[in-house]
């Protein structure tokens, strides 16, 4: 990998403008937050990672040029200052850099189901696949963001414009059962875990994608594209579930060049906001704050109060991930004066449902439950994790539909506990998260129960209940061995 430059041309002209480092950085916030980008927060450090050759991300290098064009009098452009605004778009048909069109959208998520289901039976489908990460990851998925090409009509779309005769015959009762059915995997999924149904779904979403092999009037396609999307998203969370992390990022991007299609922003900082989650599990914070920060961007004109808490509940969960105290708390408190404009009725999508204050307290308190460990097992946060973790718990025991997100919390109270020295008040919820893992697929799960666990065994192995526990967790959850 060639070694990073120093940014000549944007130090000339930073230079030449008289500005400080700490000035850009402010005129730079304050520009995005007139624009609506309220997730732009640079700083000093920031400025001098830019002239040393760091590529900013977006809205940033349209923002800069605007700035030194107000300065200089003249027009300076993007390129001029050294920036780009995305990488070209590359065809190989790999990784996560894919064309965004309609028939290239189809054909990919059409190859990629069909692959899944033949070699998965192995495992050897989420093993031949590499995690993509860094700017590999985030400069692809920046392009979710920019309009579609101009032009003309693509195939998937001339008949709804005149171009052909529809060749589809999908009646109006049949696409409603394909949506509920859709509905109906996302239950099984909150009660039962990824693993169980994950094939199903690939199946489905792959004669889905024959539907849109043909041509329909323009709102059943973009229904259909819904659709592809909402399946696409769930075979990726439920592969993330069951620990296939490559193939689950996979059908995370495809879901969003469906739900480009679809025309759908808010399903869009859905997936983003599920990539994100992934790269907090995977300790990738810098990236989970990126992802959440074009979730943010995208949607800022048509998030919902309960999509936008959502948002800001995992901007503070990779904020917490990285150590960022002052920012995760922010966060924390955006979430939960977001979160007091919804009401219970307010027509949220089947898919957002699920964000409930169960979900925001069990999201906020594993923040600061993280920014407990960050901080060397701080008791400051572990104790203001607890009474948060508690009210999480105790509404998730009344809801008998996400058992899985019942489970979660429990183990994540037994870890408050262990940070609180407490082992006996941690065996005692550790117990009842085992008794569910062992009837839920889900190896994220197991992962979070076994690594919590061998954390009590490692600092109390002289408790008899600890190590009990231990040869329960040994013996009812064995290691992750991958399937479809």
């Known amino acids: 990998m060639a070694e990073k430059q120093p940014n000549e041309k944007l130090t000339s002209w930073f230079g030449r403008s ?37 590529q ?47 028939p290239q959208t189809v054909q990919l998520i059409s190859e990629y189901s069909r692959s899944d289901l033949m070699l998965n039976r192995r495992g050897f489908l989420g093993t031949s696949l590499a995690l993509t990460a860094g700017t590999a990851l985030i400069e692809p998925m920046q392009r979710w963001l920019t309009p579609n090409p101009a032009g003309a009509p693509t195939p998937i779309l001339a008949a709804a414009n005149g171009g052909e005769q529809f060749t589809g015959r999908l ?3 049949e696409l409603q059962l394909l949506e509920q059915t859709t509905v109906m995997f ?25 539907l849109l092999q043909e041509s329909y009037p323009e709102q059943t396609t973009k229904r259909l594209f819904r659709l592809t999307s909402e399946l696409a998203h769930l075979a990726g969370w439920m592969s993330y579930d069951v620990g296939m992390h490559p193939s689950a990022q996979k059908y995370y991007v495809l879901a969003l060049h469906a739900a480009k299609e679809a025309g759908d922003r808010p399903f869009g900082a859905q997936i983003l906001t599920d990539m994100s989650r992934q790269m907090i599990h995977l300790n990738r914070g810098e990236d ?11 949607s800022r004109d048509t998030a919902s109060p309960r999509q936008q808490s ?27 004066d977001t979160f007091s404009d919804t009401r219970p009725d307010d027509n949220s999508p089947g898919w957002l449902k699920f964000f409930t204050e169960a979900e925001l307290n069990g999201e906020n308190s594993h923040s600061y439950r993280d920014l407990a460990y960050h901080a060397n097992r701080s008791p400051l946060y572990a104790s203001m994790a607890e009474p948060v973790m508690q009210r999480a718990v105790d ?3 009344q809801d008998k539909e996400h058992v899985r ?23 005692a919820v550790a117990e009842e998260a085992v008794a569910i893992a062992t009837k839920v697929r889900s190896e994220r799960l197991n992962t979070r129960i076994r690594k919590t666990t061998a954390n009590a065994l490692q600092n109390y192995a002289d408790l008899d209940s600890v190590t009990q526990l231990s040869d329960r967790v040994v013996e009812n959850i064995p290691e992750f061995v991958q399937s479809g």
């Open 405 to 427: 997100s019942y489970a979660f919390n429990l183990i994540g109270m037994a870890s408050v506990h262990l940070l609180q020295n407490e082992p006996r008040q941690a065996v």
């Open 186 to 210: 996302r239950q099984w999924d909150a009660q039962n875990g990824g693993g169980l149904r994950r094939k199903a779904v690939v199946g489905q979403l792959h004669e889905v994608t024959d």
């Open 171 to 173: 009646s109006e009762p």
């Open 310 to 336: 959502l948002l800001f509940a995992m901007e503070a969960r990779a904020y917490a991930t990285i150590g960022e105290v002052n920012r995760c708390a922010r966060a924390v408190r955006m979430a939960e």
């Open 288 to 298: 989970a704050l990126e992802l959440i920060h074009l979730a943010q961007y995208g």
């Open 18 to 54: 008289g500005w400080s480092k700490g000035e850009l950085a402010r005129q730079v916030n304050r520009r995005a937050r007139q624009i609506g980008a309220h997730h732009v927060s640079t700083d000093t450090s920031r400025v001098r990672r830019w002239l040393d050759g760091e």
């Open 56 to 102: 900013p991300r977006e809205p940033i290098p349209k923002i800069m040029s605007q700035l030194f064009s107000e300065r200089f009098g003249s027009v300076v452009s993007i390129e001029d200052l050294g920036l780009r605004t995305a990488v070209p778009v590359s065809t190989v048909e790999s990784g996560v850099d894919l064309p965004w069109s309609a």
């Open 395 to 397: 509404l998730f025991r």
